[in-house]
């Protein structure tokens, strides 16, 4: 068995002033979740920029004042179009005010990624749903955040 083939990714926990947090649904053909906006880097990208990209594609957030690196993920998970075994992801704080979500990709675009909503959440609705997230503790690592402020380092989270 050959190397893993992981692609490196990147997130933005984009919480507003009313400590809601913007998260992108994903509908793939085995599963659906709740994510924070992101994805791949793009190649010479650093992780600033491509998550710059990603708020703007997914989310219509632009010029956003990147924080801290919160978390890092490893998710080793086939993906559908055969090209990667897997997925790292580090994690942003990323505070802004209230907007409206308006992604700069179209619909049909990000379809074409798994992506079906963007919306708003507070900690009540995440904790009170039923709902799939990623990672699966994102609640509590919300919450965390929320009333103590980042760790000094990353922390690795699971799945």
Do not use: K
């Not at 004042?65 to 897997?86: M, V």
């Amino acid at each position: 068995m050959g190397e893993l083939r992981i692609r490196q990714a990147v997130r933005g926990l984009v919480i507003d002033e009313d400590d809601r947090v913007l998260l992108v649904h994903f509908e793939f053909p085995y599963r659906s979740l709740w994510h924070s906006p992101g994805g791949g880097i793009e190649p010479g990208e650093s992780h600033h920029e491509a998550l710059g990209r990603e708020l703007a594609e997914e989310a219509g957030l632009v010029g956003a004042e990147i924080g801290p690196h919160i978390w890092t993920r490893r998710h080793i998970f086939p993906f559908l179009d055969g090209s990667h075994d897997g997925q790292e992801e580090a994690c942003y704080l990323v505070r802004t005010r209230a907007f409206e979500p308006a992604p700069q990709m179209t619909w049909e675009e990000l379809r074409a990624e798994f992506v079906d909503d963007v919306r708003w959440w507070t900690l009540s609705e995440m904790a009170a749903s039923s709902e799939m997230f990623a990672p699966n503790d994102l609640p509590r690592l919300v919450a965390e955040i929320i009333t103590n402020g980042p760790s000094v380092a990353p922390l690795t989270v699971g799945i």
